[in-house]
């Protein structure tokens, strides 16, 4: 056994796996063994020591005033001759001659301890990641298969579905890039990490990462949409005074806001101040655009919005999108016109309301001289 005491001692010194766990998982394996040696009594069993892995096979019987099943009871009389202390009800273990497991031993502990090596370092696998999930992991793409990358991210791979990438980026073998880790799953090959490029919680950790005041607290994140690899829009506040939410989140001379940026391949990000006034709120989350006036119906949670001619494509954005993204941010249905076809709308009603009165007069003048 010499072998596999060297095996075990180098197992757990570079796997990290307790000795207990692989000599436990070994005496179970070279149990089947020990009954079939003893025409498989089930009462048979074994132990290995585990400094010195020598195997004691013994048989269980339990200790009873008259013995009816020689083969898994003993007396209590024969039981206090050879194991004093031990009474009516009690277990005992009876030596058995030892078995020369040999080849046999040899072969299927090797086995034992490989598949239990696997198991142990998937489960720690598991066990670490589950833990990470919701957090940024950086690596390198190792290939990409059917509709997947495959990301190395230290002591496994990740998985990232390409729809889970950003619109404007295709990426190459070697490519270093960081993700959201969205989920772990536990199958029979082991365990798949999922990672995500496109989720709007990957901004929202990159916030955390590279802003210290959001990471403690002092800035926090109300809402974040997104449309991967195009523009982000993210609202923040501040839970002290004396702090600029979105100067936080920019830095110096925009040094932390521009890092992200980098990240996402030039993905746009619009750094919205939060605002519990929803006309104040709806302006600010059409920026870049400047709003002239503001709207609101709040029964139906729909909004108005006026402005100048110049500004209206940038309020809507390209096929829509930043109004689409304003729309989710704030949780209101807006609707934008420009100034020229609001002043229409205002002249249209003017003359509307002119021929009302005009009616109205009319026919106030006509009920006078029938009476």
């Given amino acids: 056994m010499k072998e596999i005491a060297f095996l075990i001692d180098q197992i757990c010194r570079e796997k990290g796996i307790s000795k207990d766990v692989l000599v436990g998982a070994l005496e179970s394996a070279l149990l089947s063994a020990a009954r079939k040696r003893y025409g498989g009594k089930p009462n048979i069993n074994l132990r290995i020591n585990p400094e010195t892995l020598k195997i004691s096979v013994f048989e269980e019987r339990r200790v009873v005033q008259a013995v009816t099943n020689p083969e898994e009871e003993i007396s209590v009389e ?31 502990a090797k086995q034992v301890i490989l598949q239990r090596m696997r198991e142990a370092e998937r489960d720690a696998l598991f066990n670490e990641f589950k833990g990470k999930v919701g957090q940024v992991v950086s690596g390198s793409v190792l290939r990409k298969e059917k509709g997947f990358y495959y990301v190395n991210i230290g002591k496994t791979e990740a998985v990232l579905p390409m729809k889970e990438t950003l619109a404007s980026e295709t990426l190459r073998r070697g490519d270093f890039i960081k993700a959201y880790i ?6 029979p090959k082991g365990p798949v990490i999922i990672i995500s490029r496109a989720t709007p919680k990957f901004v929202a950790e990159l916030f955390r990462m590279e802003v210290p005041e959001i990471s403690e607290g002092l800035v926090r994140i109300k809402d974040i949409v997104r449309e991967p690899g195009e523009r982000t829009k993210i609202a923040v506040y501040s839970t002290d ?41 709806i302006a600010r989350a059409l920026s870049p655009a400047t709003i002239d006036r503001v709207g609101i119906n709040e029964e139906e949670k729909t909004a108005m919005v006026v402005v100048s001619d110049q500004q209206l494509s940038i309020a809507i954005g390209k096929k829509g999108q930043n109004v689409r993204l304003a729309m989710k941010l704030t949780g209101w249905d807006i609707d934008i016109i420009s100034d020229t076809e609001y002043s229409k709308i205002k002249m249209e009603e003017a003359e509307a309301a002119f021929d009302e009165a005009l009616r109205d007069t009319k026919r106030e003048r006509e009920k006078q001289e029938q009476e």
């Fill in 78 to 108: 024969e039981a206090a001759k050879e194991f004093p202390g031990k009474g009516e009800g009690d277990t005992v273990e009876m030596p058995l001659a030892p078995i020369d497991f040999g080849r046999i031993a040899a072969q299927t």
């Fill in 182 to 187: 969205e989920d772990i799953r536990l199958t």
């Fill in 241 to 281: 005074s004396s702090i600029d939410p979105v100067g936080a989140c920019v830095g110096m001379k925009g040094t932390r806001v521009q890092s992200i940026v980098r990240e996402l391949k030039g993905e746009r990000i619009d750094i919205i101040p939060w605002n519990d006034d929803p006309r104040v709120l």
